[in-house]
């Protein structure tokens, strides 16, 4: 059965998070001042690693990493940090 999942975000260069194979990012918000990430799951699938990179406006994107999705973007800070999301493939 398809469902709505959460998963939070830390606002760091890089991190995995594990969720089921073939999970659909919806989309990246804030929420009590912590970014998250909404996707469709099928619940029951096996779980995966996925890869996320955090970058802040002004920052350096790493070259080392070729391939990367752009997810989305949020603020933090009543908006004086802006961060973008892009998933590592």
Do not use: D
């Amino acid at each position: 059965m398809n469902t709505i999942w959460k998963f939070e975000l830390l606002t760091v260069g890089s991190q995995k998070i594990e969720m089921p194979s073939r999970s659909e990012i919806l989309c990246i918000q804030v929420q009590h001042g912590k970014p998250c990430i909404w996707a469709k799951v099928l619940s029951n699938a096996p779980k995966v690693e996925r890869y996320f990179e955090i970058v802040g406006t002004g920052h350096a994107i790493s070259i080392s990493i070729k391939r990367r999705k752009y997810l989305g973007t949020y603020q933090l800070a009543e908006g004086n940090l802006v961060f973008h999301v892009f998933e590592v493939l």
